[in-house]
């Protein structure tokens, strides 16, 4: 049964970080492309940053390059997102996903499509108080 279990929201000041984790159960993230999406209130799902462990490549969106940091643990079947100074229009409902054919493409990628993913897990809020 394969599950996503994203976990490390919270409310936090301008300028400051949070750590969101996903573990996958069922599967085994270097087999897959595991990515970060958001979603505010009456805004459409965006995707944010993605990684495949297989090879270590990861992709971010230009609202995150240079503050947000995704990496895996294979050992513990996690990926996690290092959010640094982050900023007000990062509040949203974080989500991961998992892509079965996406490990190899994201050199390439100039975007992430939400259906591009198989497997969801619930979200995380994250919000951000200026």
């Known amino acids: 049964d394969v599950q996503l279990q994203a976990s490390g929201g919270g409310l936090v000041q301008a300028g400051g970080c949070l750590r969101l984790?996903?573990?996958?159960?069922?599967?085994?993230?270097?087999?897959?492309?595991i990515g970060w999406f958001r979603q505010a209130p009456g805004k459409e799902r965006e995707g944010v940053s993605c990684?495949?462990?297989?090879?270590?490549?990861?992709y971010y969106a230009d609202s995150v390059k240079g503050r947000f940091t995704i990496s895996s643990d294979n050992a513990k079947n996690t990926v996690y997102l290092q959010m640094n100074r982050v900023k007000p229009e990062d509040t949203a409902v974080y989500y991961c996903?998992?892509?079965?054919?996406?490990?190899?493409?994201?050199?390439?990628?100039?975007?992430?499509?939400?259906?591009?993913?198989?497997?969801w897990g619930k979200g995380t809020q994250v919000t951000v108080s200026s």
């Open positions: 996903a998992a892509d079965s054919s996406g490990r190899f493409t994201i050199p390439y990628i100039t975007t992430m499509r939400p259906n591009w993913y198989d497997y």
């Open positions: 984790s996903c573990a996958a159960s069922g599967f085994t993230i270097d087999d897959y492309a």
């Open positions: 990684i495949s462990s297989s090879d270590g490549s990861t």
